[in-house]
């Protein structure tokens, strides 16, 4: 899966990067020579840019270890890490090298960090900058954890206007509290309940609040995860005002649908929420038309007693997918039911992700690029097994589901990933 598209090739590696990329027969040597089967195809490894691994402090949820296997086992070479919920969260310079010091002798694949944006920290802005993050996360709700507060909206101006000054960006959980609060109450195991208590005009309040923020400060300004397709047409119009936005959504909004969701089926929270199947189809057209730009995990794990599943109550348990080793497969089972094509699949989730954290390296099967691939089976079928996935807590929401696409081998700079020996580097921003 090139540049060009599907073609066949023959591609050449050498000290970590694509020197050549001849046309099939050409005879390439090397040191090593390794033969797709008829059914696969090479692509480059998939970025994540929306992982959260948990470590320090909330190991028990996620490691660096766990995750980056879970990733490679998924044909993902690279992800980025959020600022919470590990403690400390990453929103100091001392707090970052902690986290790579953890994660130094860990990584199966590479790894980069965000920093976090939160009231009081923003004399720690630059220097987590200078230190190599990749922009900074915000809340405008309660975060989830108590030791990661959400800013005002004056608040994120205020941030993103410091921001602009090294053109840093400004990735926003964009829900607002207000609306929120004075939703139902989510409590106890009907999903419908749990879906009115984050309706979509809180997604839609705050996302107009962070086109706007950006729009008077110039600051470049990412929202995450969409999940209400209500605020596509602001996007757009945003984007073509000049608005320096980006947007993601995430597999579980584009496959699962609130009308299949059982009550009490607590795996399946996450906020915002999983929402109906009309809302699903628009964004896809979202994804089609170039307003969403790409597709990541948000892999958000926990313990099996977070996620409350003995009594199932939608208010109580833990919101988060797991699904970081399952992406490619998912999207692409909704996708080529839909007639999309793989090579269309793999923009999403890997050129576009990479550009939108400024790596220059990565996200493409392409000369000078990280020689960063995994070997995809499109056409093979599997059904989950949770109890096989590499991630910590065998718990998803796709336990059981029939996907398309099978990973067979993953490889990090031309070394295939064994899960026994961690060849990860921690990148920062501005690596080449």
């Given at each position: 899966?090139?540049?060009?598209?599907?073609?066949?090739?023959?591609?050449?590696?050498?000290?970590?990067?694509?020197?050549?990329i001849e046309p099939l027969g050409n005879g390439l040597l090397g040191t090593e020579v390794i033969v797709l089967a008829a059914d696969e195809v090479?692509?480059?490894?998939?970025?994540?840019?929306?992982?959260?691994?948990?470590?320090?402090?909330?190991?028990?949820?996620?490691?660096?270890?766990?995750?980056?296997?879970?990733?490679?086992?998924?044909?993902?070479?690279?992800?980025?890490?959020?600022?919470?919920?590990?403690?400390?969260?990453?929103?100091?310079?001392?707090?970052?090298?902690?986290?790579?010091?953890?994660?130094?002798?860990?990584?199966?694949?590479?790894?980069?960090?965000?920093?976090?944006?939160?009231?009081?920290?923003?004399?720690?802005?630059?220097?987590?900058?200078?230190?190599?993050?990749?922009?900074?996360?915000?809340?405008?709700?309660?975060?989830?954890?108590?030791?990661?507060?959400?800013?005002?909206?004056?608040?994120?101006?205020?941030?993103?206007?410091?921001?602009?000054?090294?053109?840093?960006?400004?990735?926003?959980?964009?829900?607002?509290?207000?609306?929120?609060?004075?939703?139902?109450?989510?409590?106890?195991?009907?999903?419908?309940?749990?879906?009115?208590?984050?309706?979509?005009?809180?997604?839609?309040?705050?996302?107009?609040?962070?086109?706007?923020?950006?729009?008077?400060?110039?600051?470049?300004?990412?929202?995450?995860?969409?999940?209400?397709?209500?605020?596509?047409?602001?996007?757009?119009?945003?984007?073509?005002?000049?608005?320096?936005?980006?947007?993601?959504?995430?597999?579980?909004?584009?496959?699962?649908?609130?009308?299949?969701?059982?009550?009490?089926?607590?795996?399946?929270?996450?906020?915002?929420?999983?929402?109906?199947?009309?809302?699903?189809?628009?964004?896809?057209a979202g994804l089609l038309d170039g307003t969403i730009d790409c597709i990541v995990s948000d892999h958000s794990p926990s313990t099996l007693d977070?996620?409350?599943?003995?009594?199932?109550?939608?208010?109580?348990?833990?919101?988060?997918?797991?699904?970081?080793?399952?992406?490619?497969?998912?999207?692409?089972?909704?996708?080529?039911r839909r007639g999309v094509g793989l090579e269309q699949v793999i923009a999403w989730m890997s050129a576009r992700p990479a550009e939108l954290a400024?790596?220059?390296?990565?996200?493409?099967?392409?000369?000078?690029?990280?020689?960063?691939?995994?070997?995809?089976?499109?056409?093979?079928?599997?059904?989950?097994?949770?109890?096989?996935?590499?991630?910590?807590?065998?718990?998803?929401?796709?336990?059981?589901?029939?996907?398309?696409?099978?990973?067979?081998?993953?490889?990090?700079?031309?070394?295939?990933?064994?899960?026994?020996?961690?060849?990860?580097?921690?990148?920062?921003?501005?690596?080449?």
């Amino acid at each position: 899966m090139t540049t060009a598209g599907e073609v066949p090739r023959e591609v050449g590696v050498r000290d970590g990067r694509i020197v050549a990329i001849e046309p099939l027969g050409n005879g390439l040597l090397g040191t090593e020579v390794i033969v797709l089967a008829a059914d696969e195809v090479l692509l480059p490894g998939l970025v994540d840019t929306h992982v959260h691994v948990n470590e320090p402090g909330r190991t028990q949820w996620e490691g660096f270890a766990s995750a980056t296997r879970a990733a490679a086992a998924g044909g993902v070479t690279t992800i980025i890490d959020m600022p919470l919920n590990s403690i400390p969260p990453t929103t100091t310079v001392a707090a970052l090298e902690l986290k790579r010091e953890v994660a130094r002798d860990q990584a199966f694949v590479d790894v980069g960090f965000w920093g976090g944006a939160i009231p009081g920290n923003q004399a720690d802005l630059r220097p987590l900058h200078d230190d190599g993050v990749f922009g900074f996360k915000c809340f405008l709700l309660h975060s989830g954890v108590e030791e990661f507060p959400h800013l005002e909206a004056d608040e994120m101006e205020a941030d993103m206007a410091v921001l602009k000054g090294f053109d840093s960006m400004m990735i926003v959980h964009a829900e607002d509290s207000r609306a929120i609060e004075r939703a139902p109450s989510a409590e106890g195991d009907q999903y419908q309940k749990f879906l009115r208590s984050r309706p979509r005009g809180a997604e839609n309040v705050a996302i107009a609040e962070v086109i706007e923020r950006a729009r008077w400060t110039g600051a470049r300004a990412h929202i995450l995860h969409l999940s209400s397709s209500d605020a596509l047409p602001m996007i757009a119009s945003a984007k073509r005002d000049g608005v320096r936005l980006t947007v993601e959504t995430c597999p579980h909004y584009l496959t699962l649908i609130a009308e299949e969701i059982p009550n009490g089926a607590t795996a399946y929270k996450c906020c915002p929420p999983i929402r109906e199947v009309g809302n699903r189809e628009l964004l896809w057209a979202g994804l089609l038309d170039g307003t969403i730009d790409c597709i990541v995990s948000d892999h958000s794990p926990s313990t099996l007693d977070l996620k409350d599943l003995e009594n199932g109550d939608f208010a109580v348990a833990w919101g988060g997918v797991s699904s970081l080793q399952l992406g490619l497969p998912i999207i692409w089972t909704e996708a080529r039911r839909r007639g999309v094509g793989l090579e269309q699949v793999i923009a999403w989730m890997s050129a576009r992700p990479a550009e939108l954290a400024g790596l220059s390296a990565k996200g493409k099967l392409s000369l000078g690029y990280d020689a960063d691939l995994s070997v995809f089976a499109p056409d093979e079928a599997f059904v989950v097994d949770v109890s096989r996935l590499k991630h910590k807590n065998p718990i998803t929401p796709y336990d059981r589901r029939a996907l398309s696409g099978v990973v067979r081998r993953t490889f990090l700079r031309g070394t295939e990933v064994d899960g026994r020996t961690p060849t990860g580097r921690l990148l920062r921003r501005g690596m080449v």
